[in-house]
Protein backbone atom coordinates (compact mmCIF):
# COMPACT_ATOMS: atom_id res chain seq x y z
CA UNK A 1 0.00 0.00 0.00
CA UNK A 2 1.24 3.00 -0.76
CA UNK A 3 1.64 6.05 1.51
CA UNK A 4 -1.45 8.36 2.22
CA UNK A 5 -2.53 10.85 4.86
CA UNK A 6 -6.36 11.20 6.34
CA UNK A 7 -8.02 13.87 6.46
CA UNK A 8 -11.94 15.12 7.91
CA UNK A 9 -13.64 17.64 5.71
CA UNK A 10 -16.93 19.80 6.28
CA UNK A 11 -16.17 19.35 10.32
CA UNK A 12 -19.04 20.91 12.49
CA UNK A 13 -18.43 23.74 14.47
CA UNK A 14 -16.55 22.12 17.25
CA UNK A 15 -14.10 20.66 14.95
CA UNK A 16 -15.51 17.16 15.04
CA UNK A 17 -17.07 14.79 12.15
CA UNK A 18 -16.39 14.84 8.56
CA UNK A 19 -16.14 13.33 5.68
CA UNK A 20 -12.99 11.18 5.84
CA UNK A 21 -10.69 11.76 2.95
CA UNK A 22 -7.69 10.06 1.75
CA UNK A 23 -4.63 11.80 0.32
CA UNK A 24 -1.72 9.96 -1.67
CA UNK A 25 0.60 12.81 -2.16
CA UNK A 26 2.97 11.39 -4.45
CA UNK A 27 0.61 10.34 -7.11
CA UNK A 28 3.77 9.50 -9.18
CA UNK A 29 3.68 6.48 -7.15
CA UNK A 30 0.14 5.64 -8.52
CA UNK A 31 0.22 6.43 -11.95
CA UNK A 32 -2.27 4.41 -13.56
CA UNK A 33 -6.06 4.92 -13.60
CA UNK A 34 -6.72 0.91 -12.66
CA UNK A 35 -3.99 0.97 -9.97
CA UNK A 36 -5.42 4.52 -8.19
CA UNK A 37 -9.28 3.12 -8.30
CA UNK A 38 -7.72 -0.34 -6.57
CA UNK A 39 -5.86 1.80 -3.96
CA UNK A 40 -9.45 3.68 -3.65
CA UNK A 41 -11.16 0.75 -3.05
CA UNK A 42 -8.57 -0.50 -0.85
CA UNK A 43 -9.03 2.33 1.23
CA UNK A 44 -12.60 2.46 1.35
CA UNK A 45 -13.19 6.03 1.92
CA UNK A 46 -15.99 7.54 -0.41
CA UNK A 47 -13.01 9.90 -2.24
CA UNK A 48 -9.14 9.60 -2.03
CA UNK A 49 -7.43 12.58 -3.79
CA UNK A 50 -4.07 11.64 -5.79
CA UNK A 51 -2.03 14.78 -5.89
CA UNK A 52 -0.34 15.22 -9.49
CA UNK A 53 1.59 18.38 -9.03
CA UNK A 54 1.40 19.82 -5.52
CA UNK A 55 2.80 23.71 -6.40
CA UNK A 56 -0.16 23.50 -8.88
CA UNK A 57 -3.06 21.83 -7.26
CA UNK A 58 -3.35 19.16 -9.85
CA UNK A 59 -5.35 16.66 -8.28
CA UNK A 60 -7.02 12.97 -9.76
CA UNK A 61 -10.26 11.66 -7.80
CA UNK A 62 -11.29 8.05 -7.09
CA UNK A 63 -14.22 6.73 -5.44
CA UNK A 64 -14.01 2.77 -4.50
CA UNK A 65 -15.74 2.01 -7.79
CA UNK A 66 -15.18 5.17 -10.51
CA UNK A 67 -12.88 8.01 -11.04
CA UNK A 68 -14.75 11.40 -10.24
CA UNK A 69 -13.96 14.55 -12.75
CA UNK A 70 -14.57 16.89 -9.82
CA UNK A 71 -16.05 15.95 -6.09
CA UNK A 72 -16.54 18.79 -3.62
CA UNK A 73 -14.97 17.52 -0.39
CA UNK A 74 -11.69 16.31 -2.21
CA UNK A 75 -10.94 20.01 -3.24
CA UNK A 76 -11.79 21.25 -0.21
CA UNK A 77 -9.82 19.07 1.40
CA UNK A 78 -6.75 19.02 -1.14
CA UNK A 79 -6.86 22.68 -1.15
CA UNK A 80 -6.42 23.39 3.05
CA UNK A 81 -3.68 20.42 2.82
CA UNK A 82 -2.05 22.09 -0.39
CA UNK A 83 -2.52 25.81 0.53
CA UNK A 84 -2.69 26.69 -2.90
CA UNK A 85 -4.77 29.13 -4.68
CA UNK A 86 -6.72 26.88 -7.08
CA UNK A 87 -6.89 23.18 -8.16
CA UNK A 88 -6.49 21.90 -11.65
CA UNK A 89 -9.03 19.21 -12.00
CA UNK A 90 -10.28 16.66 -14.90
CA UNK A 91 -13.21 18.98 -14.73
CA UNK A 92 -11.50 22.05 -14.59
CA UNK A 93 -10.01 25.14 -12.77
CA UNK A 94 -11.34 25.24 -9.35
CA UNK A 95 -10.81 28.54 -7.56
CA UNK A 96 -9.81 28.74 -3.71
CA UNK A 97 -10.39 30.98 -1.18
CA UNK A 98 -10.05 31.09 2.55
CA UNK A 99 -11.99 32.52 5.21
CA UNK A 100 -10.97 32.43 8.98
CA UNK A 101 -11.66 28.68 9.42
CA UNK A 102 -13.76 28.15 6.56
CA UNK A 103 -11.63 26.78 2.97
CA UNK A 104 -13.67 27.18 -0.14
CA UNK A 105 -13.24 26.20 -3.75
CA UNK A 106 -15.77 27.51 -7.01
CA UNK A 107 -17.12 25.24 -9.08
CA UNK A 108 -20.04 24.71 -11.69
CA UNK A 109 -23.21 22.70 -11.14
CA UNK A 110 -22.61 21.01 -14.86
CA UNK A 111 -19.29 19.37 -13.29
CA UNK A 112 -21.31 17.61 -10.28
CA UNK A 113 -21.91 14.09 -10.97
CA UNK A 114 -25.81 13.21 -11.30
CA UNK A 115 -27.91 13.01 -7.94
CA UNK A 116 -31.46 13.09 -7.38
CA UNK A 117 -32.14 16.16 -5.33
CA UNK A 118 -35.31 14.94 -2.68
CA UNK A 119 -37.00 16.88 -0.39
CA UNK A 120 -38.52 16.47 2.68
CA UNK A 121 -41.00 18.59 5.05
CA UNK A 122 -39.13 18.65 7.84
CA UNK A 123 -35.46 18.14 9.13
CA UNK A 124 -36.72 14.96 11.46
CA UNK A 125 -38.22 13.38 7.95
CA UNK A 126 -34.89 13.49 6.50
CA UNK A 127 -33.29 12.19 10.06
CA UNK A 128 -35.98 8.98 10.48
CA UNK A 129 -34.79 8.11 6.65
CA UNK A 130 -33.69 4.32 6.12
CA UNK A 131 -30.28 3.32 3.90
CA UNK A 132 -32.40 3.41 0.63
CA UNK A 133 -31.57 0.56 -2.21
CA UNK A 134 -28.79 0.78 -4.46
CA UNK A 135 -29.18 2.40 -7.90
CA UNK A 136 -29.84 5.97 -7.48
CA UNK A 137 -27.87 8.90 -5.79
CA UNK A 138 -30.26 10.75 -3.51
CA UNK A 139 -29.47 13.57 -1.63
CA UNK A 140 -32.58 13.65 0.95
CA UNK A 141 -32.79 17.30 2.15
CA UNK A 142 -35.18 19.52 4.25
CA UNK A 143 -35.23 22.76 5.48
CA UNK A 144 -34.36 23.80 9.20
CA UNK A 145 -34.92 27.33 8.52
CA UNK A 146 -36.03 28.84 5.14
CA UNK A 147 -35.80 31.99 5.89
CA UNK A 148 -32.08 31.60 7.54
CA UNK A 149 -31.16 29.34 4.58
CA UNK A 150 -30.45 26.62 6.82
CA UNK A 151 -30.62 23.31 5.64
CA UNK A 152 -30.82 19.49 6.76
CA UNK A 153 -29.51 15.97 4.63
CA UNK A 154 -28.17 13.22 4.25
CA UNK A 155 -26.62 11.62 1.09
CA UNK A 156 -26.82 8.12 -0.38
CA UNK A 157 -24.85 7.25 -3.01
CA UNK A 158 -26.76 4.03 -4.04
CA UNK A 159 -23.49 3.01 -6.27
CA UNK A 160 -23.39 -0.94 -4.31
CA UNK A 161 -19.49 -0.04 -3.06
CA UNK A 162 -19.71 0.11 0.39
CA UNK A 163 -20.61 3.69 1.18
CA UNK A 164 -23.98 3.20 1.52
CA UNK A 165 -24.43 7.03 2.94
CA UNK A 166 -22.20 9.93 2.42
CA UNK A 167 -21.10 11.82 5.49
CA UNK A 168 -20.85 15.19 3.96
CA UNK A 169 -21.16 16.09 -0.04
CA UNK A 170 -19.85 19.06 -1.46
CA UNK A 171 -20.99 18.21 -5.24
CA UNK A 172 -24.83 17.52 -4.21
CA UNK A 173 -24.67 20.84 -1.78
CA UNK A 174 -23.59 22.67 -5.33
CA UNK A 175 -26.76 21.12 -6.96
CA UNK A 176 -28.83 22.19 -4.64
CA UNK A 177 -27.76 25.82 -4.18
CA UNK A 178 -27.23 25.88 -7.73
CA UNK A 179 -31.24 25.06 -7.70
CA UNK A 180 -32.47 27.25 -4.77
CA UNK A 181 -30.21 29.99 -6.32
CA UNK A 182 -29.25 31.08 -2.34
CA UNK A 183 -26.38 31.03 -0.42
CA UNK A 184 -26.86 28.01 2.21
CA UNK A 185 -25.82 26.23 5.46
CA UNK A 186 -26.22 22.61 5.22
CA UNK A 187 -26.07 19.87 8.32
CA UNK A 188 -25.29 16.68 6.73
CA UNK A 189 -24.83 13.63 8.10
CA UNK A 190 -23.83 12.75 11.80
CA UNK A 191 -22.82 16.50 12.29
CA UNK A 192 -20.93 17.68 9.39
CA UNK A 193 -21.27 21.03 8.26
CA UNK A 194 -20.81 22.58 4.66
CA UNK A 195 -21.19 26.41 3.78
CA UNK A 196 -22.48 27.15 0.21
CA UNK A 197 -22.66 30.49 -2.04
CA UNK A 198 -24.09 31.76 -4.98
CA UNK A 199 -21.31 33.62 -7.46
CA UNK A 200 -20.91 35.63 -10.60
CA UNK A 201 -20.33 33.56 -13.75
CA UNK A 202 -22.65 30.25 -12.75
CA UNK A 203 -20.25 29.65 -9.95
CA UNK A 204 -21.28 28.00 -6.76
CA UNK A 205 -19.06 28.37 -3.95
CA UNK A 206 -18.99 25.30 -1.23
CA UNK A 207 -16.77 25.62 1.97
CA UNK A 208 -16.06 23.83 5.50
CA UNK A 209 -13.35 22.98 8.23
CA UNK A 210 -10.47 20.69 7.35
CA UNK A 211 -8.89 18.86 10.15
CA UNK A 212 -6.07 15.74 9.86
CA UNK A 213 -7.68 12.64 11.12
CA UNK A 214 -6.56 11.67 14.57
Do not use: K
Not at 7 to 22: A, M
Not at 59 to 65: E, F, G, K, L
Not at 76 to 81: P, Q, S
Not at 150 to 165: K, L, N, S, W, Y
Amino acid sequence: MTDYEVLRVFCGPDGGHGNPLGVVRDGAAVPGAADRLAVARQLGFSETVFVDDAERGVIDIYTPSLRLPFAGHPCVGAAWLLGVDRLVTAAGAVGVRRDGEFTRIEGRAAWAPGRTLRRYGSAAEVDALDVPPPGEWIYAWAWQDERAGTVRARAFPGRGDGIDEDEATGAAAILLTAELGRDLIITQGVGSQLVTGVRPGGLIEVGGRARRAA
